[in-house]
């Protein structure tokens, strides 16, 4: 490899600004939420939606990372190595529909943005990491958070918020709410709807003749997941099934609930 490869190379591989501007704001409005710095709700809206952010890069970065390992040695020109929201090949699915959605509804809606050039990777196993690699970072993620929060080791955080009668540690409560966000996208992304992660985990598995007769529905599989969230008792019974999992770490739908009502500041 010469110097001008090497050069490119790691060109292609440094974190991005845009992503370290994430994380500062992330450690930031953390800071804030814990010691109890500020306007509570406020904190907990800028600590949510960073996080939350971070985790879609990280979500988009695990695809192109297993693909670089798989064989697809384009990802680092087209700039998916970087963490740069804006590198991605659909910001607006990938980024901005996210963000709408935790906002209009607290529902981790998954998006797609890497163009992963699969002629290049041989081994129907490969594809399947390829695909199960985004939701998996989801998955560690809500680990990482739902761990100390269930454990009771943040119960005595300095920062706190009246909530009517209650009064709330609002760090905790912050960390579960983006939790359960990252719990949400992983169920709706390993759901075997063409266009989600889950379809890719499986598609290389089906005959041809199946993937062709389902490919041209993929454009629309999300829309036909929001769709059909959007009535009401699919909804209940697929947030039953987030809080049921969350539980099962020893989080408690006390934080869950006044996570979720202390993001939603403007509503205080």
């Not at 998955?139 to 943040?154: E, I, M």
């Not at 996208?185 to 266009?195: E, M, T």
């Not at 599989?221 to 969230?229: D, E, P, S």
Request: hydrophobic fraction near 55%; glycine fraction near 10%.
């Amino acid at each position: 490899m010469s110097f001008a490869d090497a050069r490119r190379s790691s060109d292609e591989r440094r974190i991005s600004p845009v992503f370290w501007v994430l994380l500062a704001i992330l450690g930031t409005s953390a800071w804030a939420v814990w010691q109890g710095y500020g306007a509570a709700g406020f904190g907990v809206f800028l600590f949510v939606v960073a996080g939350w952010m971070v985790s879609l890069c990280l979500h988009e970065y695990a695809h192109a990372r297993t693909a670089l390992h798989g064989g697809d040695i384009t990802v680092g020109a087209k700039g998916y190595l970087t963490l740069n929201p804006f590198k991605y090949a659909n910001a607006v699915t990938s980024f901005i529909l996210p963000v709408v959605f935790v906002l209009l509804g607290g529902i981790g809606l998954p998006g797609g943005a890497v163009f992963i050039e699969r002629h290049r990777i041989r081994g129907r196993l490969k594809h399947s990491l390829i695909s199960a690699a985004g939701p998996l970072v989801n998955l560690a993620f809500a680990v990482v958070l739902l761990v100390p929060v269930g454990a009771g080791w943040l119960d005595g955080s300095p920062g706190t918020a009246q909530v009517g009668p209650y009064l709330v540690h609002t760090f905790p409560a912050a960390l579960t709410f983006l939790a359960l966000l990252q719990v949400s996208a992983a169920l709706l992304n390993f759901l075997p709807v063409p266009g989600l992660d889950g379809y890719g985990i499986i598609e290389p598995w089906l005959s041809l003749k199946t993937r062709r007769a389902v490919e041209p529905f993929a454009p629309y599989g999300l829309l036909a997941v929001f769709i059909i969230f959007w009535q009401s008792q699919v909804n209940q019974w697929f947030f039953n099934l987030v809080y049921q999992i969350m539980n099962l770490f020893g989080v408690d739908d006390f934080y869950i609930y006044f996570g979720q009502h202390l993001f939603r500041f403007w509503q205080l």
